[in-house]
């Protein structure tokens, strides 16, 4: 079986500084991560996957994550915090029968 | 092009009564995913379909919860005889296919949000 454990509930950054979105996963293969973003009133959207390609992967607007197997962690990463950033992230486990797995979310606040 | 959309968008029901959740997946797409997403619960994986087909229904809350998908396309979740604890937001995913050893892209419907009273 595999599971995500996001380490925050709730990140609070000022806009212009990094974003770190800490995931850590359990998985007895190979795992696929995601992350998916949420934002207020609208659908999950996907912002970037691994799958066992390169270990950092790069999404959309400016995130990136690494896998890390040794440290079973694919954190999610922003060298520079937008307003339009403020939304609830997932970090996804998922296994070879598409059985998604979601953490508990992390609530990204950027302050002015 | 459309993306995969869910009625109705909310449903107040009284406790007891039966509920049935609608999903439109995109065309083309003959995987189709519901979750559940409950305030301090975080998403929860409930069932998926291959076609019309569910292979592994242990997700499913309890027995009270039945899904089906008809035509390869709209799928239904069946909430009998709702109980407060049922209050969620449900979300339904469509995929192109379910992944043997990578796993497609699941997009997102808007949800549906369920108030028992």
């Known amino acids: 079986a595999q599971s995500v454990t996001q380490l925050d509930s709730h990140v609070s950054v000022s806009e212009g500084t990094p974003v770190l979105l800490r995931c850590n996963y359990s998985?007895?293969?190979?795992?696929?991560l995601f992350w998916y973003v949420q934002h207020p009133n609208k659908g999950l959207q996907l912002l970037l996957k691994?799958?066992?390609?390169?270990?950092l992967v790069k999404g959309i607007n400016g995130f990136e994550a690494e896998f890390k197997k040794s440290e079973t962690s694919f954190h999610l990463t922003k060298p520079s915090a937008h307003m339009s950033d403020a939304a609830e992230y997932f970090c996804?486990?998922?296994?070879?029968?598409?059985?998604?797995?979601f953490g508990a979310g992390t609530r990204l606040t950027v302050k002015p | 092009g459309a993306g995969v959309s869910q009625s109705p968008s909310n449903k107040v029901t009284e406790k007891g009564k039966d509920v049935e959740l609608r999903c439109d997946p995109i065309?083309?797409?003959?995987?189709l995913y519901w979750y559940r997403q409950s305030l301090g619960q975080g998403l929860e994986f409930l069932i998926y379909f291959q076609g019309n087909s569910a292979p592994d229904k242990s997700g499913l809350p309890s027995d009270r919860f039945s899904a089906e998908r008809t035509g390869g396309s709209v799928s239904t979740l069946t909430i009998q005889r709702t109980q407060q604890e049922d209050s969620a937001v449900y979300l339904c995913?469509?995929?192109?296919?379910?992944?043997?050893?990578?796993?497609?892209?699941?997009?997102f419907g808007p949800g549906t949000r369920l108030t028992v009273t």
């Open positions: 996804v486990v998922s296994g070879n029968n598409n059985d998604m797995r």
């Open positions: 065309s083309g797409h003959t995987a």
């Open positions: 998985s007895s293969y190979s795992p696929s």
């Open positions: 691994y799958t066992s390609a390169a270990t």
């Open positions: 995913a469509s995929s192109l296919a379910v992944g043997v050893e990578v796993p497609y892209e699941q997009y």
